[in-house]
């Protein structure tokens, strides 16, 4: 038990600056007594002291203002930072090192009992302020959820999620090395690009390959068009060309002013 706790007091000073000293955390961090008092609710609900263990969540929550069903699995090294509002419920899993800020929910959408109802935290995930993961997935390792995203899927490991409904923006980089990277506070790193930014810049520079495509396309068939005029009979099949051609660049073309020769004779 002891162990654990020093465990839990190195991990909030190595995570928060603001953490000056092991008697402070001990005395001051309302995440760490959420997580110490979910222990003991945890033991009472395994052993099928139900009530027990519900009254032991209902005291933490008074507390702390973090709501964490005794049910829940928590791990090592788990670092709740402020944590009002916070809601983990009934199935939850929450892995090793990961880190919680002030106001998520790790919550369920269905209603049957006994059933996995809320997400799987793997091993490192940061969640940010005000982030709701809602839904029996897994979120991966090292994965991290932006500031008010709602997450309904699930998000590949070293994944990036933000927006509501969540969108992967930054997927894990399958030449990452094994070591594990440093700790981003809100899962924001250092000097990072905006996610955002860089899913709408995505957007742009697809638009533009398929705008060059479409020139092209237009290009070939004027081409195309020409050579059929150089044949013989073959001038209602130039005019038809030439209206496609014309439809892809948003103008149809007077039907007087693609009239075959053929005509004008």
Same mark, same amino acid.
């Given at each position: 038990?002891?162990?654990?706790?020093?465990?839990?007091?190195?991990?909030?000073?190595? @995570?928060?600056?603001?953490?000056?000293?092991?008697?402070?955390?001990?005395?001051?961090?309302?995440?760490?007594?959420?997580?110490?008092?979910?222990?003991?609710?945890?033991?009472?609900?395994?052993?099928?002291?139900?009530?027990?263990? @519900?009254?032991?969540?209902?005291? &933490?929550?008074? /507390?702390?203002?973090?709501?964490?069903?005794?049910?829940?699995?928590?791990?090592?090294?788990?670092?709740?930072?402020?944590?009002?509002?916070?809601?983990?419920?009934?199935?939850?899993?929450?892995?090793?090192?990961?880190?919680?800020?002030? +106001?998520?929910?790790?919550?369920?959408?269905? /209603?049957?009992?006994?059933?996995?109802?809320?997400?799987?935290? +793997?091993?490192?995930?940061?969640?940010?302020?005000?982030?709701?993961?809602? +839904?029996?997935?897994?979120?991966?390792?090292?994965?991290?959820?932006?500031?008010?995203?709602?997450?309904?899927?699930?998000?590949?490991?070293? +994944?990036?999620?933000?927006?509501?409904?969540?969108?992967?923006?930054?997927?894990?980089?399958?030449?990452?090395?094994?070591?594990?990277?440093?700790?981003?506070?809100?899962?924001?790193?250092?000097?990072?690009?905006?996610?955002?930014?860089? &899913? /709408?810049?995505?957007? *742009?520079?697809?638009?533009?390959?398929?705008?060059?495509?479409?020139?092209? *396309?237009?290009?070939?068939?004027?081409?195309?068009?020409?050579?059929?005029?150089?044949?013989?009979?073959?001038?209602?099949?130039?005019?038809?060309? @030439?209206? /496609?051609?014309?439809?892809?660049?948003?103008?149809?073309?007077?039907?007087?002013?693609?009239?075959?020769?053929?005509?004008?004779?």
């Amino acid at each position: 038990m002891f162990e654990r706790l020093r465990e839990d007091i190195a991990t909030i000073r190595q @995570r928060d600056p603001a953490a000056r000293s092991a008697w402070e955390v001990l005395t001051c961090y309302p995440g760490l007594h959420a997580i110490v008092l979910h222990r003991l609710a945890h033991a009472c609900w395994r052993s099928h002291w139900r009530w027990t263990a @519900r009254f032991v969540s209902q005291v &933490a929550r008074f /507390l702390t203002g973090i709501e964490i069903h005794p049910g829940a699995t928590i791990g090592r090294r788990v670092f709740i930072d402020h944590g009002m509002g916070v809601v983990i419920g009934e199935t939850a899993e929450v892995g090793d090192d990961c880190t919680i800020y002030q +106001g998520v929910t790790l919550g369920g959408t269905l /209603l049957t009992r006994g059933a996995k109802r809320h997400p799987t935290l +793997g091993r490192g995930v940061i969640v940010g302020a005000g982030a709701k993961v809602l +839904g029996g997935f897994t979120i991966g390792a090292d994965a991290k959820i932006g500031s008010n995203a709602v997450v309904v899927k699930p998000v590949p490991p070293g +994944g990036t999620a933000v927006g509501n409904p969540a969108r992967v923006v930054m997927p894990a980089d399958v030449k990452r090395p094994p070591e594990r990277a440093a700790f981003c506070a809100y899962g924001i790193a250092p000097n990072a690009e905006d996610p955002v930014s860089l &899913a /709408l810049h995505g957007l *742009i520079d697809h638009a533009a390959k398929e705008s060059q495509r479409v020139d092209e *396309i237009v290009a070939a068939l004027e081409k195309l068009g020409a050579r059929l005029e150089a044949l013989h009979g073959v001038d209602e099949a130039a005019v038809k060309l @030439r209206r /496609l051609s014309a439809a892809i660049e948003g103008a149809i073309v007077p039907t007087q002013e693609v009239e075959p020769q053929s005509h004008r004779a």
